[in-house]
């Protein structure tokens, strides 16, 4: 039996888990719950799961969660980022899920590290900003950080019973996203609207931009090479419109073993779970006759530039990984809020990341300092970017 901590457990991935959990209850139980802002959907996850707490984002939203809870009134609630932490570290946690978004969702992951939990990871931006220290931590407590990322997921399972020196490459997959087929003159015209229309994967509104943006994939790769302890050259993307092929694993001889499935959540949630097993689930089981053509081609750079931008930050590799997801998030809050255009999110980040001097990241704090020092540089870059009406 399994006593997780839930971190994100409104998001797309916290109510996929909570699925799972649900469909077996003999393996795993629930002991802690946190989330933003969507109390309802709260209220009727510790209803279903009786946690032994929960934590919401400020102090506010807490105290109206203990009016509302009521008969549920012995249930521990917290806030902020020191209740994220201590959803985190709980003494009778012992795997952690990490589903929130953005770079909020770094500090509870890290305790996590530091308080030997075994974690199942979709918190990307934790990897990108610090994967060194994450990976570090997590060798020395010998604990597991396992993948939720289809992408990465499909990484893992393409790796089982291959020698590691065996390895040449990986081919990280993309969907394009909703623009593929789009230049760049339709895409200054794109609105935040447009960009949650995803073809494929029902996501959050920042993780939807940053896939039509392929800032998504660019994250992606530099979380592979702390994952998988890769060189960036060793990394490469193919855009693959029908999501079926999660991603492969060359081999030296010249063998690729690629992942398929059904694009669902489901499939990568439940393996990081259930890791080395694989457990039932309720999807319908993929039809590669129904699906008929399978389609592969490179990504174009220079129309989709946030993904050059991630390549290049994961290659400097330092501080400038936190730079990139820092001035990304102002980038996306802005263009969500029509303060700029689509075009002008790559513009937003790379002007922050040029005036940015890389530096070794050897402490937690110099991640925060970097992420703080990114956000100031790219809202004083937004003053000169704003959208013309």
Known sequence: MKRVSLLGSTGSIGRNALKIIKHHPDKYRIVALSAGRNIDLLLGQIDEFSPKAVSVLDEDLASTLRTRLKTNAGIEVYSGIDGFKRMATLDEVDTVISAMTGAAGLAPTYAAVEAGKNIALANKEAMVMAGHLIMGGVKNNKQTVLPIDSEHSAILQSLQGHPREDLRRIILTASGGPFRNMSLQEMKRVTPEQTQEHPTWNMGRKINVDSATLMNKGLEAIEAKWFFDLKMGQIDILIHPQSIVHSMVEYRDGSIIAQMGVPHMITPISYALSYPH????????????????????????????????????????????????????????????????????????????????????????????????????????????????
């Open 278 to 389: 694989h457990i039932e689930n309720d999807l319908s089981p993929l039809q590669l006759d129904e699906i008929g053509t399978l389609s592969f081609e490179k990504p174009d750079k220079t129309r989709f530039r946030c993904l050059d931008l991630a390549l290049q930050a994961g290659k400097i590799g330092g501080s400038m990984p936190a730079v990139l997801n820092a001035a990304n998030e102002i980038a996306v809050g802005a263009f969500l809020e029509g303060h700029i255009g689509f075009l002008q999110i790559p513009m937003l980040i790379e002007k922050t990341m040029e005036v940015h001097t890389a530096y070794d990241i050897q402490h937690i704090e110099e991640v925060m300092e970097a992420d703080s020092w990114a956000r100031h540089r790219a809202e004083e870059a937004l003053k000169s970017l704003r959208v013309s009406k």
